[in-house]
């Protein structure tokens, strides 16, 4: 390296000490041009890398703001990547300033001194070098002159003195511009590095200011994010519990009709269509029942399509007669659809659905039910209605929740149940509810406490029994077997089979006796007709659990049946019960009479129109000959023979009209009996209190009651009776 510079003294004297120094200066030039040289390449590609690095940057930046445009539904997640791109844009320009600093600091100063000295310096070499040839060339000249040529000596001489001369000047010269560009290189280079190094400093003091401006954003991203962090795993922890349990209690490999939950359809799952123009073409389609309509499609990139547009005009039936298995049809008056199941089970699960939804749809259109009944018409309201307004009962399922026991399913304790069995008098969950139905209508009749219509004496039954007593009873001896009654997020299948250990086989019932299967039936049956001649539910639901046949005779008692007491004994809610658990209403005792002679005999106004409700033939005769009404005339029994007239017109008339007539019966008749049930079932002293002597006076035991159009009434009913 260069430690000094060229002495011009020496330059001028040109001595070996001179030359040598001189050479060693020129090689360190050219060393520093091939450094320099290397330092301006490795700027060139250091440069050409950043703005690679610049527009991969701005392209993964693009790629920020797309995803960020992807997650705007998630207000949190879209501000942080909106807020982080926008810092990172402002990072991209500063490292294009940086770029673009380091190209002027380095490329352009370093250029600059090469540009400005280097090629005068090659020029004044050359110069120098060939004029120190001359030099030499012009000493030899004059050393080789004769002293005898006078004249050749002097213009030797001259010759000598004016390239001497020439030549330093040149060396002066050259040795400046060396000297120069020494000085010069060393400000360059530490002005050239300065600029980088300060360029450096302005980009990442740009980056602080930045981040430092950030810093408050992040710190609450940081909150959002270990809050989100918490929240995410809860989240997975909440999938993963979902996974196991729609695995465990969904994933049998069984296809699943039940609708989602928030959704409008009944059923729902994957039918075989058969192609109505192919008879043999069967196209697998997504079916559905929602608002009275069979709704299809027959891919997700299809729109729904309805194939019956009213299911009231349609009637459902089982398809035995083609090959294929589990196979239904629906029928219109226009049109039929053979449709096919995966299994019979499902076949069993959609003609159920079909049934029920035409059935759910005749009743919204009917009337208004039993539940919110209208205001007693004077005729049967045993005097002058009260000027105040008429009393509405409150709904099915405010009745039927205030039984003992029924805020809860009966069978697995979910809260608020909307369904239940009116013959066992308890309340159950939506999914206990389907499982009584598959036990059958013997055992269980299932019924909405919110969508269907409910009689007055159903919803007594629920409160009277309930689901404590009718848990006290089918559940006696769970303890003893060991048994753990099922919760309501337990498994469906656990369910099942509890549900058919509790009520099929009646595992849990506590026996009355210990002795043999046929004495201990006896027993029952016996306790199931004195309870029912007393009108004790409860004892009659323990009969029936303990095995009482609810058809069975008692020998004892003449043949009757516990139906035959309940209408001796006048109580109408052990008529219902038993009514609604299978009870023969047409059978007879060794009299020949049956529960409508019972009633008509005892003057139970409110059994007989039950009875007959429940199709009681008012023209069987006891061994006396008698029919119900020639009882209820020879006992003075107004009401009943009104009844049993009224009902006996009513069958006429429909006879009459034939299969042109109208369907279903007179509304008079409908009226008339939809009134003393109402009577019967909320004030049945009213009916009690109306007889006529045979002679024909009326006995007016209380004036109030009855008057002028309950003696119509009885005028009316004398002159049928003839």
Not at 156 to 180: E, G, I, M, P, V
Request: aromatic fraction near 6%; glycine fraction near 6%; charged fraction near 25%.
């Amino acid at each position: 390296m260069m430690d000094s510079l060229l002495d011009f003294e020496e330059c001028v004297t040109d001595s070996p000490d001179f030359r040598l120094k001189l050479e060693l200066f020129e090689a360190d030039v050219t060393a520093l041009e091939t450094q320099l040289d290397k330092v301006m390449k490795l700027c060139s590609k250091m440069v050409e890398a950043g703005q690679a690095y610049n527009a991969a940057n701005q392209l993964f930046l693009s790629g920020l703001a797309e995803l960020s445009m992807y997650q705007k539904k998630d207000s949190v997640v879209t501000n942080c990547l909106n807020q982080f791109n926008q810092g990172l844009q402002e990072m991209v320009s500063f490292h294009t300033m940086l770029f673009d600093q380091t190209q002027r600091a380095i490329s352009q100063q370093l250029t600059n001194l090469c540009t400005q000295f280097l090629p005068q310096l090659l020029e004044t070499r050359r110069e120098f070098v060939r004029i120190g040839e001359d030099l030499e060339t012009a000493a030899v000249k004059n050393a080789q002159v004769s002293r005898h040529k006078a004249g050749d000596a002097e213009r030797a001489s001259h010759l000598l003195l004016a390239t001497r001369k020439c030549y330093q000047h040149f060396a002066l010269d050259y040795c400046l511009q060396l000297n120069t560009f020494k000085t010069q290189q060393r400000i360059d280079i530490l002005n050239s590095v300065f600029s980088f190094v300060h360029a450096q400093f302005t980009f990442f003091h740009q980056g602080f200011d930045l981040l430092r401006d950030l810093e408050p954003t992040m710190k609450t991203m940081a909150a959002q994010l270990s809050q989100l962090s918490t929240d995410c795993a809860a989240k997975r922890k909440d999938l993963e519990n979902r996974h196991l349990l729609v695995q465990q209690r969904d994933a049998s490999g069984e296809p699943m009709v039940s609708p989602c939950s928030g959704s409008d359809e009944i059923i729902q799952g994957y039918l075989f269509k058969r192609s109505r123009r192919k008879s043999k073409t069967w196209k697998r389609c997504w079916f559905s029942i929602r608002d009275n309509q069979l709704i299809y499609r027959k891919s997700h990139k299809e729109e729904n399509m309805v194939l019956f547009e009213d299911l009231r005009l349609c009637a459902v039936k089982s398809l035995e007669n083609i090959d294929r298995r589990f196979c239904f049809e629906l029928l219109s008056v226009q049109k039929c659809c053979a449709l096919q199941a995966d299994s019979e089970q499902l076949k069993q699960a959609w003609l159920s659905a079909l049934q029920g939804s035409i059935d759910l749809a005749y009743r919204e259109r009917a009337e208004p039910q039993l539940t919110q009944p209208k205001e007693l018409p004077p005729l049967l309201s045993g005097g002058d209605p009260s000027p105040g307004p008429p009393t509405q009962r409150p709904p099915a399922l405010g009745v039927a929740l205030r039984g003992p026991g029924n805020q809860q399913c009966c069978d697995c304790g979910e809260e608020e149940p909307r369904w239940a069995s009116i013959n066992l008098g308890v309340t159950m969950c939506i999914e206990c509810s389907g499982i009584h139905r598959s036990l059958g209508v013997h055992l269980s009749k299932v019924r909405s406490l919110t969508l269907d219509s409910w009689e007055a004496e159903q919803l007594k039954l629920l409160c009277v029994l309930g689901n404590n007593v009718m848990n006290r009873i089918y559940e006696a001896r769970c303890s003893e077997e060991g048994r753990v009654k099922p919760r309501a997020d337990s498994l469906r299948a656990e369910k099942e089979t509890w549900i058919r250990e509790k009520y099929v086989e009646k595992r849990f019932v506590q026996n009355c006796h210990s002795d043999g299967a046929p004495h201990e039936k006896d027993n029952a049956g016996l306790c199931l007709y004195r309870a029912a001649l007393t009108g004790d539910l409860v004892a009659m639901a323990a009969a029936l659990a303990q095995g009482a046949e609810v058809n069975g005779s008692i020998s004892e008692e003449e043949g009757r049946t516990a139906l035959i007491g309940a209408a001796v004994g006048g109580s109408l809610l052990a008529c219902e019960f038993l009514l609604l658990n299978g009870a023969n209403v047409n059978h007879r005792d060794l009299r020949g009479q049956g529960a409508l002679h019972a009633a008509a005999t005892a003057g139970h106004t409110g059994q007989v129109c039950l009875l007959l409700k429940r199709g009681a033939n008012q023209y069987a005769a006891d061994e006396r000959g008698q029919d119900p009404l020639a009882i209820a005339v020879e006992t003075a029994h107004a009401d009943i023979v009104t009844l049993l007239r009224m009902a006996r017109m009513n069958e006429e008339m429909r006879d009459s009209e034939g299969v042109f007539g109208a369907v279903g019966d007179d509304e008079t008749f409908q009226d008339i009996f939809r009134d003393f049930s109402d009577m019967a079932s909320h004030d049945p002293e009213r009916l009690s209190r109306r007889q006529f002597s045979r002679g024909g006076d009326e006995e007016e035991q209380q004036e109030e009651v009855g008057g002028g159009e309950m003696l119509n009434s009885r005028h009316s009913v004398e002159k049928i009776s003839e």
